[in-house]
């Protein structure tokens, strides 16, 4: 199911991103160009296994990529919006918005 | 009902909005060798247009842009991201600052190497670029102090 089919009927909103802890992960993701996983961690101020399952959402729904280097001690994981995921967003984040205008 | 959904909402706008924000101004210490390595750095641009055989001097710009592209990949672990996009309008003056100061030194150096020798405008980069980078620096940071507080009290 793409992006925009799964963008919820009720107030617009994409389902995907109503989960706040995913929604902010994609607000930073938005203004960066790739952002490690403990960034992230330390910004959502979640578990290692919590940010692991949000983000596999936002991979899963192809708003997101992931990039893994190195093994072990030394190895990092990075994430990086996608056009899809940088599209849905800006929906969301408009569609956010004026509902709390209205 | 509707009031405690509006607000679970707003709470969301105004969580995403200081996630927006993170990528700029949250960010370790600058280190201290900083400043003098980018005017050492900028100075040894300088000097290799002083540089008369063509790919003698090829290869040391090539180096040096090496060297900063290193440098950035760095910096990139480092931070732990790399901010991209829409600047926080409290970074504007000093983030267009920093580019305008930027020019003016380039500008200055040409100035000077073509009314005087290439080492004079070595040295002249050199010398103004460390301080306006710790301008640079003391101005960013109070500026994504003021981000921080309209964000976190928002």
């Given at each position: 199911m793409s992006g925009t089919e799964q963008?919820?009927?009720?107030?617009?909103?994409d389902p995907t991103l109503t989960a706040p802890k995913r929604l902010a992960a994609m607000a930073l993701l938005s203004r960066s160009n790739s952002t490690d996983f403990a960034f992230l961690r330390e910004h959502l101020g979640v578990s290692d296994s919590d940010l692991s399952k949000q983000m596999s959402a936002l991979e899963a729904a192809g708003y997101v990529k992931v990039a893994k280097s190195g093994r072990g001690r030394g190895s990092s994981t990075t994430f990086s919006i996608t056009k899809a995921g940088r599209r849905a967003y800006q929906v969301h984040r408009d569609t956010l918005a004026a509902i709390l205008a209205d | 009902m509707e009031n405690t959904e509006h607000t679970q909402l707003r709470e969301s706008l105004r969580a995403a909005e200081r996630a927006e924000a993170a990528p700029w101004i949250d960010y370790p210490p600058t280190p201290a060798w900083y400043p003098v390595s980018v005017a050492l750095w900028a100075a040894a641009l300088t000097m290799s247009?002083?540089?008369?055989s063509t790919p003698v001097r090829l290869v040391v710009v090539f180096a040096l842009v090496g060297l900063e592209l290193g440098f950035i990949v760095w910096y990139r672990r480092y931070r732990g991201t790399m901010p991209a996009g829409k600047v926080p309008p409290e970074l504007a003056r000093p983030f267009y600052g920093f580019m305008a100061a930027n020019l003016a030194i380039a500008g200055g150096a040409l100035l000077i190497a073509r009314t005087s020798t290439v080492w004079a405008a070595a040295i002249f980069v050199f010398v103004v670029v460390i301080p306006s980078l710790v301008w640079y620096e003391r101005s960013y940071a109070r500026a994504a102090a003021r981000t921080r507080a309209r964000l976190d009290a928002a």
């Amino acid at each position: 199911m793409s992006g925009t089919e799964q963008t919820s009927a009720l107030h617009g909103l994409d389902p995907t991103l109503t989960a706040p802890k995913r929604l902010a992960a994609m607000a930073l993701l938005s203004r960066s160009n790739s952002t490690d996983f403990a960034f992230l961690r330390e910004h959502l101020g979640v578990s290692d296994s919590d940010l692991s399952k949000q983000m596999s959402a936002l991979e899963a729904a192809g708003y997101v990529k992931v990039a893994k280097s190195g093994r072990g001690r030394g190895s990092s994981t990075t994430f990086s919006i996608t056009k899809a995921g940088r599209r849905a967003y800006q929906v969301h984040r408009d569609t956010l918005a004026a509902i709390l205008a209205d | 009902m509707e009031n405690t959904e509006h607000t679970q909402l707003r709470e969301s706008l105004r969580a995403a909005e200081r996630a927006e924000a993170a990528p700029w101004i949250d960010y370790p210490p600058t280190p201290a060798w900083y400043p003098v390595s980018v005017a050492l750095w900028a100075a040894a641009l300088t000097m290799s247009f002083a540089i008369e055989s063509t790919p003698v001097r090829l290869v040391v710009v090539f180096a040096l842009v090496g060297l900063e592209l290193g440098f950035i990949v760095w910096y990139r672990r480092y931070r732990g991201t790399m901010p991209a996009g829409k600047v926080p309008p409290e970074l504007a003056r000093p983030f267009y600052g920093f580019m305008a100061a930027n020019l003016a030194i380039a500008g200055g150096a040409l100035l000077i190497a073509r009314t005087s020798t290439v080492w004079a405008a070595a040295i002249f980069v050199f010398v103004v670029v460390i301080p306006s980078l710790v301008w640079y620096e003391r101005s960013y940071a109070r500026a994504a102090a003021r981000t921080r507080a309209r964000l976190d009290a928002a």
